[in-house]
Nanobody
Framework: QVQLVESGGGSVQAGGSLRLSCAAS????????MGWFRQAPGKEREFVAA???????LYSEAVKGRYTISRDALRSTVYLQMNFLEPEDTGVYYC????????????????WGQGTQVTVSS
């Protein structure tokens, strides 16, 4: 059974940092793009970052320069280091596994985690 399990969410003040993790199991994702999306209350799910193994990462303009996505193929884990957090970063963060080519589009991703809440207070 394929599972993506996120962890590391929480509450932090503006300017702080959090590191999210996503552990993948059930099949190999070595050739898959691993991505992070987020959804704020009342808003649509939006792309945050994505990376394919041994490939450059994609970031949304909203997080570029503040977030870093990385993956550990040996542990089948993908990380999202979030620095200089802002209240606008608040939302549920989802890990997803998708196509070989990194994509901004949530519809291209086949597997999703349950999400982890990130709350940034001003």
């Amino acid at each position: 059974q394929v599972q993506l399990v996120e962890s590391g969410g929480g509450s932090v003040q503006a300017g702080g940092s959090l590191r999210l993790s996503c552990a993948a199991s059930g099949r190999s994702f070595s050739s898959s793009t691993m991505g992070w999306f987020r959804q704020a209350p009342g808003k649509e799910r939006e792309f945050v970052a994505a990376v394919r193994w041994r490939s450059s990462a994609l970031y949304s303009e909203a997080v570029k320069g503040r977030y870093t996505i990385s993956r550990d193929a040996l542990r089948s884990t993908v990380y999202l280091q979030m620095n200089f957090l802002e209240p606008e970063d608040t939302g549920v963060y989802y890990c997803a596994a998708g196509p070989p080519t990194p994509s901004w589009d949530a519809k291209d991703y086949d597997y999703w985690g349950q999400g982890t809440q990130v709350t940034v207070s001003s």
